[in-house]
């Protein structure tokens, strides 16, 4: 992942980066988007040019990296990795985008997340391959334009929603990345095993895949602490009931909720009498950022229907009451 990420631990970074795909072709699921991308590149190609800039959506860890640097390799050309917090003024930006050599992929993590001045930069950049930089303050500040070479444009953000439109205009192609089906985290699951030498059985990546939260970065994790798990307590072997005992350890249950997501759905359910709850008081009552809550924990509880968002708050669905076992008191919402 991106080296700026805050969610994902340096250690974590250099094990995930030993697991990415590097190109189309390895690249599992999201039928979609790779086919739709594929074509965006031969394009390309075809045209002998630079391929159009590429915004790419959807919650943390479903590969929105991994295809930044795919196009980057795809295309033969270096990739830049930064991200919206790293570039508060725009000279940050107009130091990268003029050291960019041609060609060169650019990819813009968390891009939601720049400041505006930055923001007005990069339109000019991404259309016209040029920035102006001024000089100077008040009525005497001056512009002088700098071109930079052509260069690809890959952005990722958790929500395109919050992408003001002129920035989203601008680029020539916008995929959505979904959560995965449990089929292609299999895959995913098994191809990592075998690239990290772990003998697992079909069902047992199966299991894993199941409980991942529809998330490829979530498989390689647990199929590492289920890894762990095999190589202290039997003899490196996974079966299914090693992998199961290894995911309780780690807390992690039938359906791929995490920690998080119980602590989520028990305060609204235990605290709220199953809500409607604001995002911050549910964020705070749970001791996580507003972020974490909102771009992490809660579309996966979203997409199971364990947790509606209303115009008035969080609420937990009757689905949500029974997974925790607690039975719903009467009129509450969902
Ligand atoms: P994001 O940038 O969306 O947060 P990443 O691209 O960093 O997610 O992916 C997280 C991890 O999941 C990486 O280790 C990557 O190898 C793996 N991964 C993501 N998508 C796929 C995929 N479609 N096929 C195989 N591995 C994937």
């Known amino acids: 992942h991106s080296p700026v990420d805050p969610l994902v631990a340096p250690e974590e970074q250099a094990a995930e980066a030993a697991l990415r795909p590097s190109?189309?072709?390895?690249?599992?699921?999201?039928?979609?988007?790779r086919d739709q991308l594929s074509l965006v590149l031969a394009a390309a190609r075809h045209r002998d040019s630079t391929p159009d800039h590429v915004l790419l959506s959807g919650p943390p860890g479903l590969g929105k990296t991994t295809l930044a640097m795919i196009i980057a390799a795809e295309v033969g050309a270096p990739l830049h990795i930064t991200s919206g917090p790293a570039i508060q003024?725009?000279?940050?930006?107009?130091?990268?985008?003029?050291?960019?050599?041609?060609?060169?992929?650019?990819?813009?993590?968390?891009?939601h997340r720049m400041s505006r001045p930055a923001e007005e930069m990069l339109?000019?950049?991404?259309?016209?391959?040029?920035?102006?930089?001024?000089?100077?303050?008040?009525?005497?500040?001056?512009a002088i334009p700098i071109s930079i070479p052509?260069?690809?444009?890959?952005?990722?953000?958790?929500?395109?929603?919050?992408?003001?439109?002129?920035?989203?205009?601008?680029?020539?192609?916008t995929a959505q990345l979904d959560f995965?089906?449990?089929?292609?985290?299999?895959?995913?699951?098994?191809?990592?095993?075998?690239?990290?030498?772990?003998?697992?059985?079909?069902?047992?990546?199966?299991?894993?895949?199941?409980?991942?939260?529809?998330?490829?970065?979530?498989?390689?994790?647990?199929?590492?602490?289920?890894?762990?798990?095999?190589?202290?307590?039997?003899?490196?072997?996974?079966?299914?009931?090693?992998?199961?005992?290894?995911?309780?350890?780690?807390?992690?249950d039938e359906l791929g909720l995490d920690r998080l997501d119980r602590a989520v759905l028990e305060a609204i359910c235990a605290k709220f009498a199953g809500g409607p709850v604001g995002l911050s008081t549910l964020a705070i009552s749970?001791?996580?950022?507003?972020?974490?809550?909102?771009?992490?924990?809660?579309?996966?509880?979203?997409?199971?229907?364990?947790?509606?968002?209303?115009?008035?708050?969080?609420?937990a669905t009757p689905a949500?009451?029974?997974?925790?076992?607690?039975?719903a008191p009467p009129g509450a919402p969902g």
């Open 180 to 252: 995965y089906e449990v089929e292609d985290l299999t895959g995913i699951v098994t191809r990592s095993a075998a690239k990290l030498d772990v003998e697992l059985d079909a069902d047992s990546a199966r299991l894993i895949a199941s409980r991942s939260r529809g998330t490829p970065r979530i498989a390689n994790r647990l199929l590492r602490r289920v890894r762990d798990y095999a190589q202290v307590n039997a003899d490196g072997r996974v079966d299914v009931a090693l992998a199961k005992a290894a995911l309780e350890l780690y807390e992690v």
């Open 123 to 142: 339109y000019l950049a991404m259309e016209d391959f040029r920035v102006d930089v001024i000089v100077g303050k008040g009525p005497g500040a001056t």
């Open 23 to 33: 190109r189309l072709d390895e690249f599992e699921g999201q039928p979609r988007v």
């Open 286 to 315: 749970v001791g996580e950022e507003t972020e974490t809550v909102e771009e992490v924990a809660e579309p996966f509880l979203v997409r199971q229907g364990f947790l509606m968002r209303t115009p008035r708050g969080r609420v």
């Open 89 to 111: 003024h725009p000279g940050d930006l107009a130091a990268i985008l003029s050291g960019l050599v041609e060609g060169e992929v650019l990819f813009l993590d968390e891009i």
């Open 150 to 173: 052509p260069f690809t444009l890959v952005g990722a953000t958790t929500r395109a929603g919050l992408l003001p439109s002129p920035l989203r205009d601008r680029f020539g192609f």
């Open 320 to 327: 949500a009451w029974a997974h925790l076992g607690l039975s």
